[in-house]
């Protein structure tokens, strides 16, 4: 292309132009389309092509999180199980009503087994009724040796009911005795409330 060509050329005649100001003229007039086309149309096209493309990555992304529960969903379901199994292996453990007075039996033949005197065993006039259990704490005063006292807590320990010990306070008596005020607290299945009788949440009053 000579840049002769491009001198005096008829701008109301181009038809008459030679080949290269032609192709230059035709060149120019497909570009500017491109561009129309890009800003008219194409660019709405390209963004949502983009938006496709961050649609798909979020939707992986979903499927992968999706999968893994999946998988992981027998495993749940035998891990829920083997709560359920522990939480009915610990419900067996409270007593009924019925068996409550044996374990204060227990309890008391505990110490007297040990060798304690009991200067107070008062179990409370009510249960703390809570949703799942009704708990009866006992005030206890009990006088022995050290080592007593210490197997005395673990015997509670083993007792085949739950059992706790708190609330401890030991003080020396004499030489080789001490005295041991506490609180010890059993729990009872609540297999005989009287229907609508509405759990009491412990320390309401």
């Known amino acids: ?28 007039i497909l570009l500017a389309f491109i561009v129309l086309g890009f800003f008219l149309d194409w660019k709405g096209q390209w963004d949502e092509l983009d938006n496709a493309k961050h649609q798909e ?88 040796s050290y080592h007593d006292i210490g197997a005395f807590a673990s015997d509670l320990a083993q007792l085949p009911r739950i059992v706790t010990l708190g609330n401890i306070s030991i003080v020396p008596k004499s030489d080789s005795m001490l005295t041991m005020n506490a609180t010890v607290k059993t729990y009872r299945y609540p297999d005989e409330r009287g229907h609508g009788n509405k759990p009491v949440k412990k320390g309401a009053k």
């Open 1 to 28: 292309m000579n840049l002769d060509e491009f001198k005096n050329l008829n701008l109301k005649d181009p038809g008459s132009w030679p080949w290269g100001p032609k192709m230059a003229l035709l060149g120019g």
């Open 57 to 144: 990555i979020t939707l992986k992304q979903t499927f992968l999180e999706k999968k893994k529960e999946a998988v992981n969903l027998v495993f749940y379901k035998n891990q829920l199980k083997e709560i359920e199994k522990s939480f009915g292996a610990l419900l067996k453990q409270l007593p009924n009503r019925s068996e409550m007075e044996a374990l204060l039996v227990d309890i008391n033949q505990a110490g007297i087994g040990r060798g304690l005197q009991f200067d107070l065993f008062r179990p409370a006039q009510k249960e703390t009724i809570t949703e799942y259990y009704d708990e009866l704490p006992i005030q206890i005063k009990v006088t022995g």
